[in-house]
């Protein structure tokens, strides 16, 4: 995303609005960013006909859905050709738990964050799905102490 496609302020103000609640009505929103509504859902709208806003979504509390444990997780692999990467991504994609990966430059090789209902569910996690997948070489989990700062 360049700056090309939003360039002036009033576009950056409404971008941080919505990211803060996307369920902001247009009325409130141009109050907030200083249009008239029209002028408001016009720019709402390119800024979504450009991508630069991708959707909405409810923020919702994971432990409400018995996930309440995230555990971050530095993958290496051993794998050096396409289609074992290619594999290995589609395969660790596919896990329910997985809510956030990434395959990284330099070490370790991919980022992986999960979301389960305990220590025993990422136990079950770690041992019955990751670790058996025949690429990987190390794996580090990292659970966290306190959550400092999200973004949603």
Do not use: W
Not at 33 to 60: F, M, N, Q, S
Not at 81 to 98: G, I, L, M, N, P
């Amino acid at each position: 995303m360049s700056n090309e496609m939003y360039s002036d302020e009033i576009d950056r103000e409404i971008l941080f609005h919505l990211r803060q609640d996307g369920r902001l009505t247009n009325v409130e929103l141009a109050k907030r960013v200083g249009l008239t509504p029209p002028p408001c859902l016009r720019r709402v709208k390119r800024l979504e006909e450009a991508g630069i806003i991708t959707g909405y979504r409810a923020v919702i509390d994971p432990t409400a859905l018995g996930r309440g444990l995230e555990v971050l997780i530095d993958v290496e692999v051993s794998a050096t050709d396409r289609k074992t990467f290619e594999e290995f991504e589609e395969t660790v994609a596919s896990y329910e738990e997985v809510i956030e990966f990434r395959r990284m430059f330099g070490r370790p090789d991919y980022f992986i964050r999960v979301a389960v209902a305990d220590h025993a569910a990422y136990e079950a996690f770690l041992t019955g799905k990751l670790s058996g997948l025949p690429c990987v070489l190390r794996l580090e989990s990292h659970l966290t102490m306190k959550e400092i700062k999200t973004l949603s």
